[in-house]
């Protein structure tokens, strides 16, 4: 026992230790892995999902109309009032005679069938609209996909955007207190003034709020990321990957070509122009009459007992025809309605391609415009550098002053902050154009 004891304890350590290790291992994304997994369990993304599951009921709903309608019926009397039939007396003088006469039954039951043999074209116009609507709503979500990825890679880029300038403002505070450790040694040896060695120490102090505020910046980034990706807030996540430049040079021609076939928006309203005018043949089919076939079958009787037969049955077959011959300018004001809404929607298609053509010439802007100032702030970042040790190097021989060092510092700091903030700039224009283009995922599936 003694023995089995310690082990006993090794094992129970042991297994604390690996869950709190397990709880507390970071999660690691790449972009691509951070798309998969907001397509998966984005909430938003997930109820558009289930648009598509209804619509496909709607289709069934539409072929349930081409069946048979079956229907049973039963009927049980609790209360009736009978009928008094009065019949005068066959002898002279008497009073007339009064009977009671029972027309129903107390058990009725019935079981009745139709079916539909002609409806103008409402039945078929009908399925095509469902159709045409599963087609819309999945074009819809495939919007949403799209969407989807943008922000995601938004969101991914501006991680790294926020966890960089952490670097920056960090790199920023580490130079600062290494050219203030520098100007108090040479302050205790007589070759530094106070104004240098406080114009030091201020500089660090004015570095650090930059440094809390990128930290925090850091983390609402974190939230934002996690919140897309439908992960829970707690869990400690860990990106892998960087900004850099990929140099791409897109055709505008073939970007608003390859835009007009694969955005999801022009193909929804194209399908929406079929199902609207299918819906205006089902409104004209109000004029045609319809045929359909009905049966009933009843049976009756005072007792519900099924010895001695107390029963009794009929059944009847019908042809039905259903002429409209007037309902007040309804049919009238119904395709009228749905010929405006035609028309809104080839007024809405023109809109939504020339928005899309302006969206692809703004992005090719965006991107052209972020890929020259990205290249002017490379050259500038290693300007600054170089700078920075020559303003290092004549502090050192006294032939500059602190103030000229915290200057250079903060030039350079800049210089950092702006080419980061350009790199990030290029990656989103990049990630913007496969959004207008209507590429950049794997969502068709």
């Given at each position: 026992?003694?023995?089995?004891?310690?082990?006993?304890?090794?094992?129970?350590?042991?297994?604390?230790?690996?869950?709190?290790?397990?709880?507390?291992?970071?999660?690691?994304?790449?972009?691509?892995?951070?798309?998969?997994?907001?397509?998966?369990?984005?909430?938003?993304?997930?109820?558009?999902?289930?648009?598509?599951?209804?619509?496909?009921?709607?289709?069934?709903?539409?072929?349930?109309?081409?069946?048979?309608?079956?229907?049973?019926?039963?009927?049980?009397?609790?209360?009736?009032?009978?009928?008094?039939?009065?019949?005068p007396s066959m002898i002279p003088g008497q009073p007339p005679q009064t009977f009671e006469v029972d027309f129903t039954r107390d058990y009725q039951f019935a079981l009745s069938f139709i079916q539909p043999l002609y409806t103008g074209g409402k039945l078929l116009s009908g399925f095509r609209t469902a159709?045409?609507?599963?087609?819309?709503?999945?074009?819809?979500?495939?919007?949403?996909?799209?969407?989807?990825?943008?922000?995601?890679?938004?969101?991914?880029?501006?991680?790294?955007?926020?966890?960089?300038?952490?670097?920056?403002?960090?790199?920023?505070?580490?130079?600062?207190?290494?050219?203030?450790?520098?100007?108090?040694?040479?302050?205790?040896?007589?070759?530094?003034?106070?104004?240098?060695?406080?114009?030091?120490?201020?500089?660090?102090?004015?570095?650090?709020?930059?440094?809390?505020?990128?930290?925090?910046?850091?983390?609402?980034?974190?939230?934002?990321?996690?919140?897309l990706l439908g992960l829970d807030l707690?869990?400690?996540?860990?990106?892998?990957?960087?900004?850099e430049y990929v140099p791409v040079d897109p055709d505008l021609e073939a970007s608003l070509d390859n835009a007009v076939q694969n955005r999801p928006e022009i193909n929804q309203l194209m399908i929406q122009q079929k199902m609207a005018g299918e819906m205006l043949k089902m409104v004209r089919s109000e004029y045609l009459p319809s045929l359909a076939l009905s049966a009933t079958y009843n049976f009756w009787g005072d007792s519900f007992?099924?010895?001695?037969?107390?029963?009794?049955?009929?059944?009847?077959?019908n042809l039905v025809l259903s002429v409209p011959i007037f309902n007040g300018f309804a049919t009238a004001s119904r395709i009228a309605k749905s010929r405006a809404a035609l028309r809104e929607l080839e007024f809405s298609q023109k809109g939504i391609e020339d928005a899309v053509h302006f969206e692809v010439n703004q992005a090719l802007l965006k991107l052209k415009e972020a890929r020259e100032s990205l290249i002017s702030q490379e050259k500038n970042v290693d300007q600054a550098k170089e700078s920075l040790r020559i303003a290092e190097l004549t502090f050192a021989e006294g032939l500059a002053t602190s103030l000229d060092v915290s200057s250079v510092q903060a030039a350079l700091s800049q210089a950092k902050t702006n080419h980061t903030q350009a790199l990030f700039d290029y990656v989103l224009a990049k990630a913007d154009l496969d959004k207008a283009i209507g590429v950049g995922w794997k969502i068709d599936d």
């Open positions: 026992m003694k023995k089995g004891l310690p082990i006993l304890l090794s094992l129970v350590l042991l297994v604390g230790v690996s869950g709190v290790s397990g709880e507390e291992q970071p999660l690691v994304l790449t972009l691509d892995q951070s798309i998969d997994l907001a397509l998966k369990q984005n909430p938003t993304l997930l109820a558009a999902g289930e648009r598509v599951r209804s619509a496909e009921y709607g289709i069934r709903e539409a072929v349930s109309g081409f069946f048979p309608a079956v229907t049973g019926q039963g009927l049980a009397t609790l209360d009736e009032k009978l009928f008094s039939l009065e019949f159709r045409y609507n599963l087609e819309a709503t999945r074009e819809g979500v495939r919007q949403s996909k799209h969407m989807l990825v943008f922000n995601t890679k938004r969101a991914f880029y501006g991680y790294l955007l926020a966890k960089e300038f952490v670097k920056v403002a960090a790199e920023a505070v580490e130079v600062a207190e290494k050219h203030h450790r520098t100007v108090k040694t040479q302050y205790e040896v007589g070759l530094a003034s106070k104004f240098d060695l406080l114009r030091s120490e201020v500089q660090v102090a004015n570095l650090k709020p930059q440094l809390i505020r990128a930290r925090n910046n850091q983390q609402v980034a974190e939230l934002s990321f996690k919140t707690s869990r400690p996540v860990e990106i892998q990957g960087e900004l007992r099924f010895n001695n037969d107390p029963w009794q049955n009929y059944y009847a077959v």
